[in-house]
């Protein structure tokens, strides 16, 4: 029997999530703020404004009724921008019960708190009866994935049971999905490589070449995983889909937003032309800024984020922050990477979770 999926947000990745399930089979309603928008995808099967050029599923049924949309469902996943997660799930809370498992597909960090999703939801949650949170992460744009072309995702539960059923649900011949435990990580690191992302795109613009784009990333990786350790993540899974495979498909991708506007930026363009021209969220920007605030209250050292922080928000020139950047102090690479080298920290990361954190299946 068919599973009851709520797909909540009708973007470019909420509709294409939605057909990869209506694909495989599974009972796939999909939620819409629009009238016009949810009869576009009812009557014609498309979503002009988020993916053109594409058909949907007929399987995949529009809504803009909530209670409708979310009726029984057995899976609500929730496809929105990170700063409307909690408005989102204060609207979800009286349709959901202990049996929803609620799956997450946004990657952000929450403005004003700069928290992971995850978290934000389980804040949502505390005084209702709610299931388990499974995020799915990792490298992977909408219109590749609507083109069935091979894509392969994380998806991440403190609830073992719960991901597996998740990654049960999306596996098909097109789209695989890997289990891991690291939440914490998984979402980290998608979140943050849409920072490293906007810089590579203003390494266009400035118009420097593959030396300068390789440094960003490598030091930008290690940003990455110098916080997520702090925060608790595993190292290991910034070396694996949701990490570096999201900042390698996010940073040269055609069909990155952040890239886009990141070499409109760095071509001069001021912020707020940039973000109107993109008509989408650029999720990036607010997170640029999260994770800013964020690393100061951990004092994580994050020279890279500083600088895109203060081209975003405090009008440093993109080529003065690169001179700043380069002006550093002296540093020895190995002293960056301390963490990560620590021989005992995997062992007692992977003994204080009962298990590997890594990749399966």
Known sequence: MADKVAVIGAGSWGTALASVLAGNGQDVRLWTRREDHAEEINHYHTNHNYLPGFQISEAVQAFTDLGSCTRDADYILLVVPAKAVRD?????????????????????IEP???????????????????????????????????????TTVTVSSN??????????????????????????????????????????????????????????????????????????????????????????????????????????????APLNDVLEEMGMVV????????????????????PITEALYEVLFEEVKPEEAVRQLMARERKHEEENMSLLLDPDFQEKWNASRNNPGTDRQ
């Open 88 to 108: 989102m799930m204060k609207e979800l809370r009286p349709f959901m019960s202990e049996e929803t498992v609620l799956i997450h597909a946004s990657k952000g």
């Open 112 to 150: 004003g708190t700069s928290k992971r999703i995850s978290e934000v939801i389980e804040e949502e949650q505390a005084d209702a009866a709610a299931g388990s949170i499974v995020v799915l992460s990792g490298p992977s744009h909408a219109e590749e994935v609507c083109a069935e072309q091979p």
């Open 159 to 268: 609830d073992t049971l719960a991901a597996e059923k998740v990654q049960g649900l999306f596996m098909n011949h097109y789209f695989r999905v890997y289990t891991n435990r690291d939440i914490i990580g998984v979402e980290i690191g998608g979140a943050l490589k849409n920072i490293i992302a906007l810089g590579i795109g203003m390494t266009d613009g400035l118009g420097f070449g593959d030396n300068a784009k390789a440094a960003f990333m490598t030091r930008g990786l290690a940003e990455i995983s110098r916080l997520g350790v702090t925060l608790g993540a595993s190292p290991l899974t910034f070396n694996g889909l949701s990490g570096l495979g999201d900042l390698i498909v996010t940073c040269f991708s055609r069909h990155s937003r952040n890239r886009r506007a990141g070499e409109k930026i760095g071509n001069g």
């Open 283 to 302: 999720e990036g920007v607010r997170t640029t800024k999260a994770v800013y605030e964020l690393a100061k209250v951990q004092s994580v050292e994050m």
